[in-house]
């Protein structure tokens, strides 16, 4: 594959976005249960680490994006060069000696 730091790029990034989105729902929980209601622990820590996972989320949200627009824009600019490559030889050869075989979409 041509591709493949952009394509695990993209894809991690993706995967640990949505683990962070998953484990917010539980820092909330935790918060709401030992802060709010029981008054067992300080609030300091759960804001930071809210804050921490959220700049997390923003970065990973920005890398699979960026990577995934990257991929896209390479992989339209090798479909043109295939083409452009196919036009080539069959504009140029004659049609019984063509080496490049259309290609089916």
């Known amino acids: 594959m041509r591709r493949r730091r ?10 640990i976005g949505m683990a962070l989105n998953a484990v917010t729902p539980l820092i909330v929980r935790d918060v709401v249960d030992n ?6 622990q300080s609030l300091l820590p759960w804001v930071i ?13 920005f890398i699979r994006r960026y990577e995934g627009g990257r991929l896209a824009v390479d992989v339209q600019y090798d ?12 504009a140029s050869m004659a049609p019984s000696r063509t080496i490049c075989r259309p290609v089916r979409w």
Do not use: K, P, W, Y
């Open 79 to 90: 479909m043109r060069c295939v083409l452009r490559c196919i036009r080539h030889c069959s």
């Open 6 to 15: 952009t394509v695990l790029l993209a894809f991690g990034a993706a995967l």
């Open 35 to 40: 802060v709010i209601l029981d008054h067992r």
């Open 49 to 61: 680490a809210m804050l921490v996972i959220g700049a997390a989320r923003f970065g990973f949200g």
